[in-house]
């Protein structure tokens, strides 16, 4: 299968880059529907050429100094001759789009794949510079490119200009050269004037698009902040946004409208034109003896039956020119390279005990500001690190280096001795669970989110993970149980219950490694306190890290490092830590004070509550 290309620039770089997919290697099957629809272009063209012949002929023989028995049988033949070619005709032509379907949508399919595989092999700074809305609209406009462009190109254009030849050739042949180059000339003409105007109100094509498409994100944004426009009252504001955006596009759609039947006028003006002086040569032929009249119905009809396909030439323009463009910009993306790969010698990772170390790492996500200043550290198997530090100073980007989303730029991350540059991505990230902050759930059950994990679970594997996160006695409540859909991003669930599916899924993959990251920060207290139950059985016997915002998760954790400004400037456990009344102890002061103050505001909250409930002289005595 075609992977990544390297697109030369302009429209013909994208079709370039298509062939290799319409006659793609190995599929003998594939190449022969290619071959047959070729063959059923040629021949449906070689019939409708042949239809005008057929229909002259008849007219000739209709001629009042014909004999009565050829005014019978003859004009009977030839009618019958021209329904079958014109039935031949169409039927080629249906034949050749049956055929070449598969070939068309195979090509989409393959290329739609190679780019989503490609996207899910770039890094995630790529991805966190790119809107996935975005990337997710180029692979969509991309795969209509594609269709919308083999279906001008092979059914429309190049079988019009393969008739326009057979047809020039045959009228130069049977009468004059004048008619080939009048026939020819209309059609320069026509073309001319098609492309011309056509570039000329494309601008008001886009134009109308961009109004309609700045609408639309008008439209979308505001709904899906529905609540906020109730809590501000900006129903008119948001309104009259829509309104200003949907009236330049009505602005730009009624120019647009107008050029087009000023485009539909001047071609119709060309194609009379044309018709007239193949007319008035073929009444000349007739008067000097040298034509019949059915040779003045032939070339009429032949000029005619060009007509029709080129009818629409303007708006297979535009059309191929944007499925070009869509393509063009699909297959760039297959020319982005990955941050991240495997190395041609990369092995899959042997984990035996677990052990997780970093030997002076260093990272910066840009040039100019290094995040990880040579931290270095081990995990032992089976025993938990907790990784603190205040915002900034490195602590997710630890838990990114060890799943590999992004290298190292110095020193090494290593499993079990192994660096992790050195191992496939595959058999690492398979190797290490993570539970993360914000926790995002795919838009279907929850079984499925579950199962994802590892799927291919069974139904019972996915109930016994489900007890062991703590979310099964919840998930027999709902009405559809197992089977309840969680919403866009899983925002039917709340925050703790979105936790305990995750954790699920993760004790599911059964992995060696754990990763929390900030795990519980988004929770309140209660929910923490459950959860932090929960994730205290996955995590046993499991190498763990746990990256923390709040102090009060990492109390029983085996070490704890301290994060500053991308060194660790404190390590020891949670008694030792404090002890020694440093940074860490002074986080914790700092923390608890923060706590005790919110308690007391929740304290003076709930008594107000309470003395406003109280009527005088109603008190309890």
């Not at 880059?17 to 319409?22: G, H, Q, S, T, V």
């Not at 730029?409 to 079990?416: K, L, N, P, Q």
């Not at 490092?561 to 986080?587: K, T």
Request: charge should be neutral; aromatic fraction near 8%.
């Amino acid at each position: 299968m075609p992977a990544k290309t390297d697109l030369p620039p302009g429209h013909g770089g994208a079709l370039r880059a298509i062939l290799p997919y319409l006659w793609p290697e190995g599929e003998p099957g594939l190449r022969l529907r290619v071959v047959l629809a070729v063959l059923f272009l040629i021949l449906s063209k070689a019939a409708n050429v042949l239809v005008p012949i057929a229909y002259a002929r008849a007219v000739d023989a209709l001629a009042p100094e014909e004999g009565p028995g050829a005014l019978l049988a003859i004009p009977v033949a030839l009618v019958v001759g021209y329904g079958l070619l014109r039935v031949m005709a169409s039927l080629l032509a249906e034949a050749r789009n049956a055929v070449f379907a598969r070939v068309q949508a195979r090509a989409g399919r393959r290329v739609a794949l190679s780019v989503f595989r490609h996207l899910h092999a770039l890094s995630m700074r790529f991805h966190m510079d790119r809107a996935t809305g975005g990337l997710s609209r180029v692979i969509e406009r991309g795969v209509r490119g594609i269709a919308i462009t083999l279906n001008f190109l092979l059914f429309n254009i190049i079988p019009t200009i393969l008739e326009i030849v057979l047809v020039a050739g045959i009228l130069w042949w049977m009468f004059a050269w004048s008619f080939a180059v009048t026939i020819l000339g209309t059609i320069v003409a026509y073309v001319g004037f098609t492309l011309a105007f056509t570039n000329w109100r494309l601008r008001f094509r886009r134009e109308m698009n961009e109004t309609d498409q700045e609408a639309n994100t008008k439209a979308v944004d505001s709904l899906l902040n529905y609540e906020t426009v109730k809590y501000f009252n900006n129903e008119r504001h948001e309104s009259a946004r829509y309104d200003e955006s949907m009236t330049r596009y009505e602005h730009a759609y009624t120019r647009s409208e107008v050029t087009l039947n000023m485009l539909n006028s001047g071609q119709a003006a060309l194609m009379a034109l044309g018709l007239t002086v193949v007319m008035l040569l073929a009444g000349r032929g007739i008067a000097a003896g040298t034509m019949t009249v059915g040779d003045f119905v032939m070339v009429n009809t032949y000029l005619i039956q060009l007509y029709l396909p080129l009818n629409i030439l303007g708006f297979a323009y535009r059309e191929i020119r944007q499925g070009l463009t869509d393509m063009e910009e699909m297959f760039r993306l297959l020319n982005v390279p990955a941050e991240v790969s495997d190395a041609p010698d990369a092995k899959p990772l042997a984990v035996t005990a677990g052990t997780v170390a970093f030997r002076e790492v260093r990272f910066s996500y840009r040039p100019d500001r290094e995040i990880l200043k040579g931290v270095s550290f081990e995990v032992p198997p089976g025993r938990m690190l907790a990784i603190v530090g205040p915002t900034g100073a490195g602590k997710s980007t630890i838990s990114r280096l060890l799943f590999r989303f992004y290298d190292a730029s110095g020193g090494a991350v290593e499993v079990d001795g192994q660096d992790v540059r050195a191992v496939t991505q595959d058999s690492l990230r398979r190797a290490i669970g993570v539970v993360p902050q914000d926790t995002v759930l795919f838009n279907d059950t929850i079984a499925y989110n579950i199962a994802y994990g590892r799927p291919g679970a069974t139904e019972a594997e996915v109930i016994e993970a489900a007890k062991l996160a703590q979310v099964h006695d919840f998930v027999l409540k709902l009405p559809e149980g197992y089977r309840t859909r969680v919403g866009e991003r899983g925002l039917k669930l709340s925050g703790g219950e979105k936790q305990r599916v995750a954790i699920a899924r993760t004790i599911l993959k059964d992995p060696r490694i754990l990763i929390l990251d900030e795990a519980t920060s988004a929770l309140d207290t209660r929910t923490e306190q459950e959860i932090q139950a929960a994730l205290r059985d996955v995590s046993r016997g499991r190498t763990t890290l746990v990256i923390a915002h709040r102090l009060s998760t990492v109390v029983e954790a085996d070490e704890i490092i301290v994060l500053q400004e991308g060194r660790i400037a404190e390590r020891g456990s949670h008694a030792a830590l404090m002890a020694r009344g440093g940074l860490y102890a002074e986080m914790w002061r700092r923390q608890s004070e923060a706590v005790a103050a919110a308690e007391a505001a929740a304290r003076a909250e709930e008594d107000a509550r309470f003395g406003e409930a109280v009527q005088p002289g109603t008190a309890a005595e």
